[in-house]
């Protein structure tokens, strides 16, 4: 089945300590991107890949890094959280061209 | 960059009617326009796009409609359901010229229908 696999789907942890929400998927696609979802603010993208080891910051990149080693995975990093990264996060995917994102699950974080 | 303004934030109908959200963008070369639908605790789905060539676009009960010289794009719903209640964000790519496009989104509509 073609699908974006993010894990985990649920997260607590603590201010400071560095975590990471896996992103892969299965459909062969090129873009990969991180979104954050906040009440009020939408889809708000921090950080978009065009393609292997080729990243760029989004809207909101703040405290977040990623790596793209290799085309199905798209790892997002958090050094330091701090609360007010408590959010719930999507990873999505697309074809270069077709603009339609494919998203997974979602990650709805809590940093306490 | 891209700002994307989507109206209104709630809209609530009885179940049968119509229902439109209108959202409007900045950026003239824009060219592809998606909506999804995102239901309660789930992910967003696309259910329809535009590309600027196309005025109109219609997919059953949904359609999209866009205007490029007043730089809008609405998403219509005809006879609607009850299952159609969720929350409808529209997106739109500011166009860097360089291959790489980002998907800006509209803060969302929340989507009532009343049975």
């Known amino acids: 089945e073609a699908q974006v696999t993010q894990n985990p789907r649920y997260l607590i942890t603590v201010t400071g300590k560095k975590l990471t929400v896996t992103c892969s998927q299965n459909m062969n696609h090129e873009y990969m991107s991180w979104y954050r979802q906040d009440p009020g603010l939408g889809l708000r993208q921090i950080y978009y890949?065009?393609?292997?080891?080729?990243?760029d910051k989004g809207d909101v990149p703040e405290g977040y890094k990623v790596s793209r080693k290799e085309k199905r995975n798209f790892p997002l990093i958090l050094e330091s959280p701090s609360p007010n990264q408590t959010s719930l996060y999507f990873c999505?995917?697309?074809?270069?061209?077709?603009?339609?994102?494919?998203f997974g699950s979602g990650t709805r974080l809590t940093v306490v | 960059g891209e700002n994307v303004e989507q109206h209104p934030s709630t809209l609530s109908v009885q179940e049968g009617d119509s229902a439109v959200i209108k959202c409007t963008y900045s950026d003239s070369a824009s060219n592809y326009f998606p909506w999804y639908k995102q239901e309660l605790g789930k992910r967003p789905q696309l259910i329809i796009d535009i590309r600027s060539n196309v005025g109109e676009k219609k997919d059953q009960r949904i359609a999209v409609t866009l205007n490029k010289t007043a730089k809008h794009f609405s998403l219509h719903i005809t006879e609607t359901q009850p299952e159609d209640s969720a929350v409808y964000f529209c997106a739109a790519p500011p166009y860097s010229g360089a291959g790489s496009y980002q998907l800006t989104f509209g803060k969302g509509t929340k989507l009532s229908v009343i049975p």
């Open positions: 999505a995917s697309r074809k270069r061209e077709n603009y339609g994102y494919t």
């Open positions: 890949s065009m393609n292997v080891e080729v990243t």
